[in-house]
């Protein structure tokens, strides 16, 4: 991922030195058990301990890389590295009975897992930051609007619950997927335990928090492209809202508005543009992780018990899906925090579509007089086409239509807009505390 959609927070849990450093935990983790189990002496395990270097440093990733290019091989070359660091025999301990995919696959589960606790941890404010902004335009009147027309009075903050609970569902789904991708093999080749005991990989999870999972040579890929497919959920859901605040950002809605500071410039031609630059980054950022998945979805299918066609795309995948989704997810919270809302010209906008919000409630008041529900449908559908066409009214033309047997007091009613958000109470309501 380039630098300027990464957060630090994020993006350390998938360099190299963390990679070697989570690499190096399970391999010491692996010695302590085997001694905890009577396998090697309290001493070899000690000499481990006191070899291996306490930090994975440049220098050690440099020697690492160093060998890899001579022998091909990047586990490997940590193995040869990191046994040259323990001046004892004990050394022939390390990596025992291991496989390359023992120490790899439980490390990038023991990264993702922490990156996915991260990732939870932003959506919650994120959540948090809908259910605010909705609880505060509760009672904010602006054009409900289906296929980009306008439909019947909602407010805007039953828009921003919609959203919320959209968040919320994609968190429930990353839950399910951190819970998932949680685990640790420490199997062997095939996965049978050939050459290690059984135990060891309990203990050894049960120190990192993972849990033992039946596998081949490695992790199911499916756990891994469920993760992603968590992140592009998340990642949907912003870009969906991010869309919308754009759209409602443009001139001719002037809804919304994007926080702006005293000295930002909006553009390098025309200073009075006051343009949605988060929105449009954030939409289009949406796309890049869709397009993630489908290579992660690719990576599930391996040749028997493994081959490494998914390793190459799964070292851009995966960590480019984690941070780029960590980045919208804390940037929509900015966004969100300082969006300016317009009330005034949310009602402008209602008051210029000529009541035609109202037809719903005109034809089901005609259809509680008697009237056939085709002819009412038709009735009213006339007269609106009316009003569009003449710009004028739908009031208007509904009290000289001599079809139309509705009183001034029920039109009052009818076209009453808190009539409309009498229930609007009852949806915020759900919105979780």
């Given at each position: 991922m380039i630098e300027r959609y990464a957060k630090t927070a994020m993006s350390r849990l998938f360099t190299v030195k963390e990679q070697w450093a989570t690499a190096l935990q399970v391999e010491v983790a692996a010695v302590v058990a085997r001694a905890q189990l009577g396998q090697i002496t309290d001493e070899d395990r000690d000499a481990v301990l006191r070899g291996v270097p306490q930090e994975i440093t440049d220098e050690i990733v440099a020697q690492i890389s160093e060998r890899e290019a001579k022998i091909d091989h990047d586990?490997?070359?940590?193995?040869?590295?990191?046994?040259?660091?323990?001046?004892?025999d004990a050394s022939r301990w390390f990596h025992y009975g291991l496989t390359s995919a023992d120490i790899t696959d439980t490390a990038l589960c023991l990264r993702l897992t922490e990156a996915a606790d991260l990732l939870i941890g932003e959506a919650y404010e994120l959540l948090s930051a809908l259910c605010v902004r909705a609880r505060e335009f509760a009672d904010v009147p602006t054009a409900g609007r289906t296929h980009g027309q306008h439909a019947e009075v909602i407010t805007f903050g039953v828009r921003l619950a919609n959203w919320?609970?959209?968040v919320e569902r994609s968190i429930d789904t990353l839950v399910q997927a951190?819970?998932?991708i949680a685990v640790g093999k420490l199997s062997g080749a095939c996965g049978t335990y050939s050459n290690i005991d059984p135990e060891v990989e309990n203990i050894v999870c049960g120190e990192l928090g993972l849990r033992p999972i039946t596998a081949t040579q490695v992790v199911p890929r499916d756990l891994h492209a469920n993760l992603v497919y968590a992140c592009v959920r998340l990642g949907g859901a912003i870009g969906h809202i991010s869309f919308n605040l754009r759209i409602m950002a443009s001139t001719e809605y002037g809804e919304v508005e994007e926080g702006r500071r005293p000295e930002q410039k909006g553009s390098s031609a025309m200073p009075h543009k006051r343009n949605p630059i988060k929105g449009e980054q954030l939409d289009g950022l949406a796309r890049v992780l869709r397009g993630n998945l489908v290579s992660s979805l690719e990576e599930v299918e391996l040749l028997f018990e493994?081959?490494?066609?998914?390793s190459a795309p799964e070292r851009i995948v995966l960590a480019d899906t984690l941070i780029l989704c960590h980045y919208m997810t804390v940037t929509m919270v900015t966004v969100l925090s300082r969006l300016v809302v317009k009330p005034a010209r949310m009602q402008l906008n209602i008051d210029r579509g000529l009541g035609l919000m109202y037809t719903q409630t005109v034809l089901t008041s005609l259809i509680d007089q008697g009237m056939l529900r085709d002819d009412a449908y038709r009735l009213v559908q006339s007269l609106a086409y009316q009003a569009i066409e003449?710009?004028?009214p739908f009031r208007e033309l509904l009290n000289e239509s001599t079809e139309v047997m509705l009183t001034s007091d029920e039109l009052d009613t009818i076209f009453d807009q808190s009539r409309l958000l009498a229930h609007v109470g009852d949806i915020i309501d759900r919105l979780p505390a």
């Open positions: 586990v490997a070359a940590f193995v040869d590295v990191m046994q040259s660091y323990i001046d004892h919320a609970f959209m951190r819970d998932e493994r081959d490494i066609s998914h003449e710009n004028r």
